[in-house]
T-cell receptor, first 112, second 117 residues
């Protein structure tokens, strides 16, 4: 079972920041937080991951609370192409045989 | 990031026939690949874990005799849906981990849409 809870859907105006929350209150000390997104009829795309520090890459920023029980994915300037289902997943690193388990995700709609 | 490909991207077959889906890691070797299935408006559900040179491990409720998985090399895994029925119509997605010094991200193929008529 997925160990995360996300809102079912969110809307965001084009050009504004999209802030997607995720609760993972049962995360263990060595589990990472991963974010993937899935655009309609495509395979999931890796976005970012983190353990306890905030992370930023060319796609997004990941803010993890100090107690690690929740996190927020930030798309700084959302575009129409960011419309997708966003999945927050917790899992171990370097665990070759252990797959990522997907929850229901958040359907983000970016509106012009 | 690493690239995982799938072939075909979509297929239509008649009920009772078998369909093979290929999953390749294009620029890395994948000891382990994963197969997921996704029905409309639902999330990805893990079907099986495919290990190179050994038998696949299937999730509970997935029929191993119906969904044959072969992982004959470090860059290729195949999923064969045998005696397909309309209820097998779904979006099948494979995935592989790219091992590296910084860790092992899991990358996904573009998916194969199977329609059984």
């Amino acid at each position: 079972d997925a160990k995360t809870t996300q809102p079912t859907s969110m809307d965001c105006a084009e050009g504004r920041a999209a802030n997607l929350p995720c609760n993972h209150s049962t995360i263990s000390g060595n589990e990472y937080v991963y974010w993937y997104r899935q655009i309609h009829s495509q395979g999931p795309q890796y976005i970012i991951h983190g353990l306890k520090n905030n992370e930023t890459n060319e796609m997004a920023s990941l803010i993890i609370t100090e107690d690690r029980k929740s996190s927020t994915l930030i798309l700084p300037h959302a575009t129409l192409r960011d419309t997708a289902v966003y999945y927050c997943i917790v899992g171990l690193r370097n665990s070759g045989n252990t797959p990522l388990v997907f929850g229901k995700g958040t359907r983000l709609s970016v509106i012009a | 990031g690493a690239v995982v490909s799938q072939h075909p991207s979509w297929v239509i077959c008649k009920s009772g026939t078998s369909v093979k889906i290929e999953c390749r890691s294009l620029d890395f070797q994948a000891t382990t690949m994963f197969w997921y299935r996704q029905f409309p408006k639902q999330s990805l559900m893990l079907m099986a874990t495919s290990n190179e040179g050994s038998k696949a491990t299937y999730e509970q409720g997935v029929e191993k005799d119906k969904f044959l998985i072969n992982h004959a090399s470090l860059t290729l895994s195949t999923l064969t849906v045998t005696s397909a029925h309309p209820e097998d119509s779904s979006f099948y997605i494979c995935s592989a981990r790219e091992p590296g010094l910084a860790g092992d991200e899991q990358y996904f193929g573009p998916g194969t849409r199977l329609t059984v008529t």
